[in-house]
């Protein structure tokens, strides 16, 4: 069966990670722009003021993904870019921004996607008590209407939140992320809440603003896989999926899609926290699940998962020297195989890939290239599991890689590099890497070189 023919192959980036220009053309602040300035809080005290300078360079790198044969680009938009407040005066020259940019895709042919909102949260909002706010939902809704007036005739693909299992779960409870500040489990739960109302409501704005659109959400999660394919370790993968950690519940998947899809939290969820739950009005689940038409998932890797033979689950232990990416993140490409599976088999939506990748500690050699045979290793497992995936029968609509540029990757700063294309932060020179070239070729084929 192979890939559908019209499969979407792409790359993603986020705006703080690749933009910079952070001061300029009436960009507001972001958490992140703060939380950079604060000493320790990202490797080697880099920022994203600069980053790629993509918001100089843009037409370069459109230049570039068109060469590697791009049929789509994932970005995400800059809320304070186009809202300096986060509310209130739009920002004309943001939304010129992405109106460039846009077109210029589109020249390229090139189709964007768009995600609304990847972490770089506005600070005054934040200041005003962000998430937390009972405002927050409606803030994020009224952007998004911005947005979707000013783009909706050219841009018909967009997702609301990137991963809010980070920027919620990272943010606010591990504090490895901007705000960095740990906040109590009932203010967390809140915010989540208030978190999952904004998606409702953007997705409202947006529906209203532009009817073609195809809308959807993009979380990401711990794909586990079954250690064998025996019915057992098959439902017990299934259940470890989806469950919910007691120490770290922002990190599931239910948590974030039950909502989103089937108008609950799960109910492990309310039997671990209910009394710290934050009030649900009438309405809000109705909210929350406004009816999508595609799921993103961002997916690196997982664990083996074995039955315990009692209804229940163990983690199988990895293999001594079990590979790993220079992030030190497990390659484990069964996870694009049995992850989209599970939430296809769950929520019924058509699925994206919306994220996959890994770091590795690229360089330029002495003949000038950048040879990442390990990226093109690790992509060719994933994509063949992908593949297996969809002749399971999961709607895969396309896939995109994580990272197109090398970028500025959050609290590592530059020291993880994600992108098919190399990066020099000195002098902002690109240069294709090896695996550019090899997913070229694999775009051209449509995956059935794999
Ligand atoms: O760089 C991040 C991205 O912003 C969100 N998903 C994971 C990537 C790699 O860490």
């Given at each position: 069966m192979g890939f559908r023919k019209d499969f979407v192959w792409g790359g993603a980036t986020a705006s703080y990670q690749i933009e910079g220009a952070a001061y300029d053309d009436g960009?507001?602040?972001?958490?992140?722009?703060?939380?950079?300035?604060?000493?320790?809080?990202?490797?080697?005290?880099?920022?994203?003021?600069?980053?790629?300078?993509?918001?100089?360079?843009?037409?370069?790198?459109?230049?570039?993904?068109k060469e590697i044969g791009y049929k789509a680009y994932r970005f995400s938009i800059a809320w304070p870019r186009i809202l300096p407040e986060g509310t209130g005066a739009v920002n004309e020259k943001g939304l010129d921004f992405y109106d460039r940019l846009v077109d210029s895709l589109l020249e390229a042919n090139i189709t964007p996607?768009?995600?609304?909102?990847?972490?770089?949260?506005?600070?005054?909002?934040?200041?005003?008590?962000?998430?937390?706010?009972?405002?927050?939902?409606?803030?994020?809704?009224?952007?998004?209407?911005?947005?979707?007036?000013?783009?909706?005739?050219?841009?018909?693909?967009?997702?609301?939140?990137?991963?809010?299992?980070?920027?919620?779960?990272?943010?606010?409870?591990?504090?490895?992320?901007?705000?960095?500040?740990?906040?109590?489990?009932?203010?967390?739960?809140?915010?989540?809440?208030?978190?999952?109302?904004?998606?409702g409501y953007a997705?409202?704005?947006?529906?209203?603003?532009?009817?073609?659109?195809?809308?959807g959400i993009a979380p990401t999660c711990s794909a586990h896989y079954p250690d064998t394919d025996s019915p057992e370790d098959i439902e017990a993968a299934r259940k470890a999926i989806f469950d919910i950690e007691p120490d770290r519940p922002f990190w599931s998947v239910s948590l974030w899609s039950d909502p989103v899809f089937k108008a609950e939290y799960p109910k492990k969820l309310w039997d671990l926290f209910g009394q710290h739950m934050p009030k649900i009005g009438a309405d809000d689940m109705k909210i929350i699940s406004q009816p999508l038409d595609i799921y993103g998932q961002n997916i690196y890797n997982g664990q083996a998962i074995r039955s315990d033979g009692k209804g229940g689950y163990d983690f199988v232990q990895r293999p001594w020297g079990n590979p790993i990416t220079a992030a030190k993140w497990p390659i484990?490409?069964?996870?694009?195989?049995?992850?989209?599976?599970?939430?296809?088999?769950?929520?019924?939506?058509?699925?994206?890939?919306?994220?996959?990748?890994?770091?590795?500690?690229?360089?330029?050699?002495?003949?000038?290239?950048?040879?990442?045979?390990?990226?093109?290793?690790?992509?060719?497992?994933?994509?063949?599991?992908?593949?297996?995936?969809?002749?399971?029968?999961?709607?895969?609509?396309g896939?995109?890689?994580?990272?197109?540029?090398?970028?500025?990757?959050?609290?590592?700063?530059?020291?993880?590099?994600?992108?098919?294309?190399?990066?020099?932060f000195e002098t902002q020179e690109r240069i294709l890497k090896d695996s550019a070239y090899w997913y070229r070729d694999v775009i051209r084929a449509n995956g059935e070189n794999l």
């Amino acid at each position: 069966m192979g890939f559908r023919k019209d499969f979407v192959w792409g790359g993603a980036t986020a705006s703080y990670q690749i933009e910079g220009a952070a001061y300029d053309d009436g960009r507001g602040l972001s958490v992140w722009d703060m939380f950079c300035k604060q000493e320790g809080r990202i490797k080697d005290g880099w920022n994203g003021d600069v980053a790629c300078d993509h918001y100089n360079l843009y037409q370069t790198d459109v230049d570039l993904m068109k060469e590697i044969g791009y049929k789509a680009y994932r970005f995400s938009i800059a809320w304070p870019r186009i809202l300096p407040e986060g509310t209130g005066a739009v920002n004309e020259k943001g939304l010129d921004f992405y109106d460039r940019l846009v077109d210029s895709l589109l020249e390229a042919n090139i189709t964007p996607y768009v995600t609304l909102f990847h972490w770089d949260y506005p600070y005054e909002l934040f200041r005003k008590g962000g998430w937390m706010n009972p405002d927050s939902p409606k803030w994020f809704a009224d952007y998004a209407d911005i947005v979707a007036r000013r783009l909706g005739d050219r841009v018909k693909n967009i997702f609301t939140h990137n991963e809010p299992q980070c920027f919620i779960g990272m943010g606010y409870q591990d504090t490895e992320h901007a705000p960095g500040i740990r906040f109590p489990i009932w203010d967390t739960l809140l915010m989540a809440h208030n978190v999952l109302l904004g998606h409702g409501y953007a997705i409202q704005a947006l529906r209203a603003a532009i009817p073609d659109a195809k809308l959807g959400i993009a979380p990401t999660c711990s794909a586990h896989y079954p250690d064998t394919d025996s019915p057992e370790d098959i439902e017990a993968a299934r259940k470890a999926i989806f469950d919910i950690e007691p120490d770290r519940p922002f990190w599931s998947v239910s948590l974030w899609s039950d909502p989103v899809f089937k108008a609950e939290y799960p109910k492990k969820l309310w039997d671990l926290f209910g009394q710290h739950m934050p009030k649900i009005g009438a309405d809000d689940m109705k909210i929350i699940s406004q009816p999508l038409d595609i799921y993103g998932q961002n997916i690196y890797n997982g664990q083996a998962i074995r039955s315990d033979g009692k209804g229940g689950y163990d983690f199988v232990q990895r293999p001594w020297g079990n590979p790993i990416t220079a992030a030190k993140w497990p390659i484990t490409p069964k996870a694009l195989r049995w992850g989209p599976k599970f939430m296809f088999d769950r929520y019924g939506k058509p699925i994206y890939l919306t994220e996959n990748g890994l770091s590795c500690q690229d360089a330029v050699s002495l003949d000038g290239k950048v040879h990442d045979p390990n990226r093109i290793d690790f992509l060719h497992r994933y994509l063949k599991e992908l593949r297996n995936a969809a002749d399971d029968g999961v709607d895969i609509l396309g896939y995109f890689h994580w990272c197109v540029t090398d970028n500025f990757e959050w609290a590592k700063g530059a020291t993880e590099r994600f992108g098919m294309i190399y990066c020099d932060f000195e002098t902002q020179e690109r240069i294709l890497k090896d695996s550019a070239y090899w997913y070229r070729d694999v775009i051209r084929a449509n995956g059935e070189n794999l």
